[in-house]
């Protein structure tokens, strides 16, 4: 053992065993040991909410839709045609976020990390906490987005706690490959937000200066055992989302 404790995250469930996202990634990780259980969520056409890395489903179901643009009824036709060990599973579809609430309830102290992937409107966020609340999983839901403004709009306008809030850095092109620098770290301290970056962007001095001012790291996504050791132990980071499960 490394002598630190391991927050793992399952990076869209447990996803080296089972198609991202997928209702069986989700149920797998709620029998394996972590921490939490990361997911993606977009709103379809008809007002459903899904989970879904992608906003388009070419890469998981081979469908040229794009999910805000279509009703569920239409998405649930398409089955995955890709995914890992996806022949082990029964047919896997893009399933609700409540069918992802619902495994998630009857954990008893798991996470729910839900990644917001559009830049909802308060209206469409109190539906979501709604939703968390239904299935008594508020105290324990965590909310990610690389929208600062929905961040903002989950803390400020619906008081959602701040110490569960975490920035998504390093996803788009413009901060891929850029290291977090000053101006992210003093807008995430100015605004009482947590950081959720990719691993590779994060360094020590980052970690130090975000816990000086009482905020949590988060990387992703952490696949090699190496370098879980080295962010842990090295970097000092709070969390580790992860597609595979490594003992330490």
Not at 103 to 108: A, K, T, V
Request: hydrophobic share 40%.
């Amino acid at each position: 053992m490394i002598g630190v404790q391991i927050k793992r995250i399952a990076h869209r469930g447990f996803s080296s065993e089972a198609p991202e996202n997928s209702y069986a990634a989700f149920a797998m990780a709620a029998e394996a040991d972590f921490y939490g259980i990361e997911c993606d969520v977009w709103k379809t056409k008809d007002g459903v909410y899904v989970v879904s890395h992608d906003g388009r489903m070419a890469r998981m179901c081979g469908a040229e839709l794009w999910i805000p643009n279509e009703v569920y009824g239409e998405i649930r036709r398409y089955p995955f045609v890709r995914g890992r060990k996806r022949t082990w599973h029964p047919e896997q579809h893009i399933i609700r976020l409540t069918e992802y609430l619902r495994i998630l309830s009857r954990c008893d102290e798991k996470r729910a990390v839900i990644e917001l992937k559009m830049d909802y409107t308060t209206v469409e966020l109190r539906e979501i906490v709604d939703l968390v609340k239904q299935y008594n999983l508020y105290d324990r839901t965590v909310f990610i987005s690389l929208y600062g403004g929905v961040l903002l709009r989950l803390k400020e306008e619906l008081a959602f706690p701040p110490a569960r809030l975490q920035y998504v850095y390093g996803a788009v092109p413009e901060n891929k490959w850029v290291p977090v620098g000053m101006e992210v770290e003093n807008w995430l301290i100015e605004n009482r937000l947590n950081l959720d970056a990719r691993h590779t962007l994060v360094s020590r001095g980052n970690v130090m200066r975000l816990h000086d001012a009482g905020l949590a790291v988060n990387v992703w996504t952490v696949n090699r055992r190496e370098d879980m050791i080295r962010l842990l132990t090295e970097v000092g980071v709070d969390m580790v989302t992860q597609e595979y499960y490594y003992e330490i």
